[in-house]
């Protein structure tokens, strides 16, 4: 089956515009996560979904940053009135609770705030 | 609150040799230790993982040594070559959903 599926790969936007990215899970995992990895860095935790229940949204920079996950599927990270600092490659991870709960990571989004 | 340190930054090997990569972990709670491999314009991709209740784990030329008195593990790959290439991440787990993230390691192997 497909891995998880992120888009756009690439988005360019100026400074003070809000985006989108979405994020496609694995077909059957609950869970979903987003990372943020700024370059050379390492992956930083933003937001986590599990079935219903409520988000942990501990790792949100600042309020400019939200999360939905429709339907327990599709998930979509919006930031608002970007800003250069928000340049980063966003990451999608879902799995599945059994287990270990092993993520399984998209390819990003990178982004770029001009 | 939680920490994950990883070591070196970046790694450079001759092509053939053993490449180590040294974390260590902060909360003695954590009890799984999965090692992530990204290539070029790639998501991580799981390439090994250790739960707390054995000591070392292999899977071909990927080793991964769990010493929990001490709070840290290590990936050992023997026989590099250069498709091994890449920035590998070493995380620790309690359990639950949260990983907490090494900040990486770049790998070169040198053809």
């Known amino acids: 089956g497909a891995g998880v599926s992120q888009s756009p790969s690439n988005k360019v936007t100026e400074k003070g515009k809000d985006v989108e990215l979405r994020c496609d899970p694995i077909?059957?995992?609950?869970?979903l996560y987003w990372y943020r990895q700024s370059l050379g860095q390492g992956l930083e935790f933003l937001i986590y979904?599990?079935?219903?229940?409520?988000?942990?949204k501990s790792g949100l920079p600042s309020d400019r940053f939200s999360a939905e996950r429709t339907g327990g599927s599709v998930s979509t990270l919006t930031i608002q009135r970007t800003q250069q600092e928000d340049s980063a490659v966003y990451l999608c991870?879902?799995?599945?609770?059994?287990?270990?709960?092993?993520?399984?990571f998209g390819a990003g989004t990178r982004l770029s705030v001009l | 609150g939680e920490n994950v340190e990883q070591h070196p930054s970046t790694l450079s090997v001759q092509e053939g040799d053993s490449a180590v990569i040294k974390c260590t972990y902060s909360d003695s709670a954590s009890n799984y230790f999965p090692w992530y491999k990204q290539e070029l314009g790639k998501g991580p991709q799981l390439i090994i993982d250790?739960?707390?209740?054995?000591g070392e784990k292999k899977d071909q030329r990927i080793a991964v040594t769990l010493n929990k008195t001490a709070k840290h593990f290590s990936l050992h790959i023997t026989e590099t070559q250069p498709e091994d290439s890449a920035v590998y991440f070493c995380?620790?787990?309690?359990?639950?959903?949260?990983?907490?993230f090494g900040t990486g390691t770049r790998l070169k192997v040198l053809a």
């Open positions: 077909s059957g995992h609950t869970a």
């Open positions: 995380a620790a787990s309690t359990g639950t959903y949260k990983y907490i």
């Open positions: 991870a879902s799995s599945s609770r059994q287990g270990m709960n092993i993520q399984y």
């Open positions: 250790i739960r707390s209740n054995v």
């Open positions: 979904f599990q079935g219903n229940s409520a988000p942990d």
